[in-house]
């Protein structure tokens, strides 16, 4: 690496392992008794939620649970975190409606969670999760 590149690492002490592969991410753990989590997505823009059937997906090898928006309601996971807490114009907050974790009701996005699956390993996460099913 030149001193050109070597000075566009200066700020950001992460940089320079990340991109050179020595770095560590959440997917190169490997710990004693470790879940995995796969979320099943939408794939609508703006979509009622008419059921969420998890009963395949929980018969799945190396299923642990399987989490929907009606598990994240009675836990009450209802507000998404948001960081900005200053004022904002006119010394407005900004509005935090209820939001689920998981989608209940209907999804808002292409890509909206709407279940979770976890499992003893990250393929049957995975396998699982597409046997969730969504009308």
Same mark, same amino acid.
């Given at each position: 690496m030149t001193d050109a590149h070597a000075h566009h690492f200066s700020g950001r002490v992460e940089d320079r392992r990340l991109v050179t592969g020595t770095g560590k991410y959440a997917a190169d753990?490997?710990?004693?008794g470790q879940l995995y989590a796969c979320f099943v997505r939408s794939d609508r823009a703006h979509a009622e939620i008419v059921? #969420?059937?998890? /009963?395949? %997906?929980?018969k799945h090898p $190396?299923?642990?649970r399987v989490y929907t928006g009606a /598990?994240?309601? *009675?836990?009450g996971y209802t507000k998404y975190f948001?960081? #900005?807490?200053?004022?904002g114009r006119g010394g407005n907050h900004i509005i935090k409606p209820p939001r689920p974790v998981l989608a209940v009701r209907k &999804? *808002?996005? &292409? $890509? /909206?969670?709407l279940?979770?699956? &976890? %499992? /003893?390993?990250?393929q049957a996460a995975q396998d699982a999760a597409e046997l969730v099913e969504v009308a």
């Open positions: 753990w490997s710990l004693p059921s #969420v059937n998890v /009963d395949k %997906a929980l $190396g299923v642990k /598990d994240a309601l *009675r836990a948001v960081i #900005v807490n200053f004022p &999804v *808002r996005h &292409v $890509g /909206d969670a279940a979770m699956v &976890v %499992a /003893d390993s990250a």
